[in-house]
């Protein structure tokens, strides 16, 4: 029930900066989680950060003190901001969205961390 759209992914070199957003189809001030999550090549899934309505945050312990989560109601956005980053940092991030009724998630945008 949720189109999500990722962007910001690209390459960026060890200790560098990038954020990567998602831009929901509709409104998502009554979504309760979003996460961004991501998949490294041989790797599985895995969850980096979540944001909930009420504004609780988790991090993975690998990206803790190095990536923020946010959310903008106004503009429909998530985002992760990423600093500090590692070669073990790239992999194709997803958003996604749950709630009710709806377990959403986007495309992926990719992220190359490399020198």
């Known amino acids: 029930q949720v189109r999500l759209v990722e962007s910001g992914g690209g390459l960026v070199q060890p200790g560098g900066s990038l954020t990567v957003s998602c831009a929901a189809s509709?409104?998502?001030?009554?979504?309760?989680?979003m996460e961004w999550n991501r998949q490294a090549p041989g790797k599985q899934r895995e969850l980096v950060a979540s944001?909930?309505?009420?504004?609780?945050?988790n991090y993975a312990d690998s990206v803790k003190g190095r990536f923020t989560i946010s959310r903008d109601n106004g503009k429909k956005m998530v985002y992760l901001q990423m600093n500090s980053l590692k070669p073990e940092d790239t992999a194709v991030y997803y958003c996604?969205?749950?709630?009710?009724?709806?377990?959403?998630w986007g495309q992926g945008t990719q992220v190359t961390v490399s020198s």
């Open positions: 944001i909930t309505s009420g504004g609780a945050i």
């Open positions: 509709r409104s998502i001030t009554s979504i309760m989680i």
């Open positions: 996604r969205v749950q709630g009710w009724g709806y377990d959403d």
